[in-house]
């Protein structure tokens, strides 16, 4: 199976950047898609972004123009670079990773965006 570790998470001032990194290990081989998905306080999980294999991206329109999903298959890791940090994007971020029919999940890391 595949396991996904988060880190790069912590506090950061509104306007503030910070960039989130999931590395995956295990079978590794034959990942396709990766994503970030978040969790606000007391709200559903929602999609932030996803790429695909050939590195195709698809964002949230909340995260569009802030934030950049990028992968380095060599490394078997995904970043989420994020920019113009909000309060709003104050939440628990997940990774997550295609293998065959299978989907995959970190186990989150925090962000909190302070006013």
């Known amino acids: 199976q595949v396991q996904l570790v988060e880190s790069g998470g912590g506090l950061v001032q509104a306007g503030g950047s910070l960039r989130l990194s999931c590395a995956a290990s295990?079978?590794?081989?034959?990942?396709?898609?990766m994503g970030w998905y978040r969790q606000p306080p007391g709200k559903q999980r929602e999609l932030v972004a996803q790429?695909?294999?050939?590195?195709?991206?698809n964002y949230a329109d909340s995260v569009k123009g802030r934030f950049t999903i990028s992968r380095d298959n060599a490394k078997n890791t995904v970043y989420l670079q994020m920019n113009s940090l909000k309060p709003d994007d104050t939440a628990d971020y997940y990774c997550?990773?295609?293998?065959?029919?299978?989907?995959?999940w970190g186990q989150g890391t925090q962000v909190t965006v302070s006013s």
């Open positions: 997550n990773a295609y293998r065959f029919n299978k989907i995959y």
């Open positions: 295990g079978d590794i081989f034959n990942i396709n898609d």
């Open positions: 790429i695909t294999i050939g590195a195709r991206t």
